[in-house]
């Protein structure tokens, strides 16, 4: 199994500029979820979902937009790109926390320099 | 809500020494706790999970750690460091209820010396 697919790996943005991370996985797992990840802050969520159609706010949403159209999709837009938005960013998928929980997989991440 | 704290940015340690890296949470319910591996320009790998079984728990690579309720603590521990268990350890913490989120700690840097 592929498990957690990220795309791109890498991106160069010039300031103000647009893109879209794409999220995939194939466990068919409810929930998932966009971290980034900066030098000695760990990882914060950016947004999460706990199911198809569905899209909630995590610790630090602003200039983030997702989509969850299907339920193996989860997309991270970047409406005006900003320096301040130069990471790395991490998806994730997890099943509904209980008995048999396994916690979270992670995809391989994407990095993100802004310009 | 709940929180994690790291212990130390950076720890370093002699091949063969003991590693401690130590983790402390706040949950107001019942938690799942979790210790992940990241190595340098790749992403993170899970070494072991505390999900309300046993308080000792074995991971991989001969990592463990114990749950503490009393102590708030999941330290992770190794009696032997090795040369490639230099990297990122982050541990993390989920309430086993509702639309809880995974929230990690800030991180620690294991360096390991010969």
């Known amino acids: 199994n592929a498990g957690v697919t990220q795309t791109p790996k890498f991106r160069v943005l010039k300031t103000g500029q647009s893109m879209t991370l794409l999220c995939a996985q194939d466990?068919?797992?409810?929930?998932m979820y966009w971290y980034r990840q900066d030098p000695g802050m760990g990882l914060r969520l950016i947004h999460y979902?706990?199911?198809?159609?569905?899209?909630a706010k995590g610790e630090v949403p602003d200039g983030y937009n997702v989509s969850r159209l299907k339920k193996q999709n989860f997309l991270l837009g970047l409406e005006s790109a900003a320096p301040s938005q130069t990471s790395v960013y991490f998806c994730a998928s997890s099943s509904v926390p209980g008995q048999g929980y396994y916690g979270y997989t992670f995809g391989s991440g994407t990095r993100l320099t802004v310009v | 809500a709940q929180s994690v704290t790291q212990l130390g940015s950076h720890v370093s340690v002699s091949e063969g020494a003991l590693v401690l890296l130590r983790c402390n949470y706040s949950?107001?319910?019942?938690?799942?706790l979790f210790w992940y591996v990241q190595y340098p320009n790749q992403g993170l790998q899970l070494l072991l999970k505390y999900t309300s079984a046993a308080t000792l728990v074995k991971g991989i690579n001969g990592f463990e750690a114990e749950f503490k309720k009393s102590e708030t603590s999941f330290h992770l521990t190794k009696p032997s460091a090795h040369m490639s268990d230099a990297a990122e350890y982050f541990c993390?913490?989920?309430?086993?209820?509702?639309?809880?989120?995974?929230?990690f700690g800030k991180g620690t840097m294991l360096l390991v010396s010969p």
């Open positions: 466990m068919n797992h409810e929930y």
């Open positions: 979902s706990v199911g198809e159609g569905t899209t």
């Open positions: 993390a913490v989920i309430m086993n209820s509702g639309y809880s989120t995974l929230t």
């Open positions: 949950s107001s319910v019942p938690p799942y």
